[in-house]
């Protein structure tokens, strides 16, 4: 892809956790229009490098390019601003307020050149939010939480979207709602970072895969180049 089109290239990426070297020189891209899953068993650092492109997790080496500007370092609601969103594995909704509180929270102006949401359409794609729009947040179900975080994070109208386990402990009819969502969301013009663990989810929306292992990628390509090299799931994603 050409430089106008790219959107993210993460450049020899090192973070750590204490002394503990989690990552190990990262590198891959999302280009505008992309979803790229970040593929791998638990441990091999795809959740540390989400953390690291949102701020949350302090690089210790490597340059995080967003829209051509060096993002390492910056704090997170620098980068937020800047036209990324992200989807926590631990859903971290605001308990002692309601549905309709926690979507107003995550309103902001829209990005340069990023689509833009209304709540309305969040409650088009959970009508269960709709129905529980006045709930407080910390009785909802894990399925209805994790509705509610895209939804806020969404409202946030990026370019870009970090989702962290978005299927993790759902109901099957709760993860093909989640996977709609997503399909459609990238539909409309957001890329997407994509961690997930449920292999058939990330194959069917993504337009190309990364496998991580052991803090690094191991490989990059279109989803039917993963599944047809035996020795790679076998190597790396097999249970």
Request: hydrophobic share 40%; aromatic share 4%.
């Amino acid at each position: 892809m050409s430089a106008s089109t790219e959107l993210l290239s993460i450049e020899g990426l090192h973070a750590h956790y204490g002394k503990s070297h989690i990552l190990h020189g990262v590198n891959f891209r999302v280009d505008r229009g992309e979803v790229v899953s970040l593929l791998g068993r638990n441990g091999a650092g795809r959740s540390t490098t989400l953390k690291t492109i949102m701020g949350l997790v302090r690089p210790t080496g490597g340059k995080i390019m967003f829209r051509h500007a060096d993002l390492a370092g910056a704090r997170p609601h620098v980068i937020c601003r800047s036209g990324v969103a992200y989807v926590p594995e631990e859903r971290e909704i605001f308990a002692n307020l309601s549905v309709d509180e926690n979507l107003q929270m995550g309103l902001q102006r829209a990005t340069r050149g990023a689509p833009s949401w209304t709540v309305e359409q969040m409650f088009d794609y959970f009508p269960r939010l709709k129905e529980r729009r006045n709930t407080k947040a910390g009785s909802l179900s894990g399925g209805e939480q994790q509705m509610l975080t895209m939804s806020r994070s969404l409202l946030g109208n990026p370019l870009l979207m970090l989702i962290d386990e978005p299927t993790e402990g759902l109901a099957p009819k709760i993860v093909a709602a989640v996977g709609e969502a997503i399909a459609d969301i990238h539909s409309r013009g957001v890329s997407i970072v994509l961690v997930e663990q449920k292999l058939t989810i990330a194959l069917k929306v993504s337009t190309r895969v990364c496998v991580m292992g052991h803090g690094r990628i191991v490989f990059q390509g279109a989803p039917d180049e993963l599944t047809s090299n035996t020795q790679l799931l076998r190597n790396w994603l097999a249970v």
